[in-house]
């Protein structure tokens, strides 16, 4: 009888520990696994911090063409450098050009310095990545230079414009100099009333 219950005391114990000691193992093995959602985020989609867009003010020419962007603001774009600087552009078509010719325009910098493309969403007026924007070339509505690449956000939004104005759909890494000359030598199709300032 003494025997029986001396054995009862001892399984009951070593299954008492063994029980501690999966639940340590478990709880060591979710802590040393576990990450916070900061971490996990940034594990699974490293996000470089972005230089914002910057203020363009009134006595800021374009970096292409000369022009004054502040007049513009709709059609604004603008580069921020890795060290800081920005230059300015009265619509994409010019920053498109500068940026593909760099060489021209910019003596202190090259394409490797760019550190974001900014430019302003046709439909919103917002500020959005120029490298995640959908474009539209050569549509019917002029800008500031006469023929443009206007921006959006939204594919769908890009989508309808160019069902009801024309042009190509094209994304950032689409656009070279090919595409750049095909919207030249338009300008006196512009007129005054055909481009919007805003």
Known sequence: ??????????????????????????????????????????IESPRISLPQPMVISQDSSCGRCGMYPASYPRWQ?????KDGSMTPFDGCKCMFNFMLSMEQYDKDHSSGDVAVVWVRDFETGKW???????????????????????????????????????????????????????LMGDMK???HGSHMKM
């Open 189 to 191: 199709k512009q007129g």
């Open 77 to 81: 774009s603008q580069i921020i450098f």
């Open 128 to 182: 959005i990545n120029g490298e995640d924007a959908n474009f539209v070339v050569g549509s019917k509505m002029m800008g500031p230079m006469g023929k443009e690449l206007i921006p959006f956000a939204d594919q769908a939004a890009a989508l309808k414009f160019h069902q009801e104005q024309g042009g190509k759909m094209m994304t950032y890494a689409e656009i070279n100099l090919d595409v750049l000359k095909s």
């Open 1 to 42: 009888m003494q025997n029986s219950r001396l054995q009862h005391f001892y399984w009951k114990r070593i299954l008492t520990l063994t029980a501690i000691l999966i639940l340590a193992m478990v709880v060591g093995c979710a802590k040393s696994g576990s990450k916070t959602a900061e971490q996990a985020s940034a």
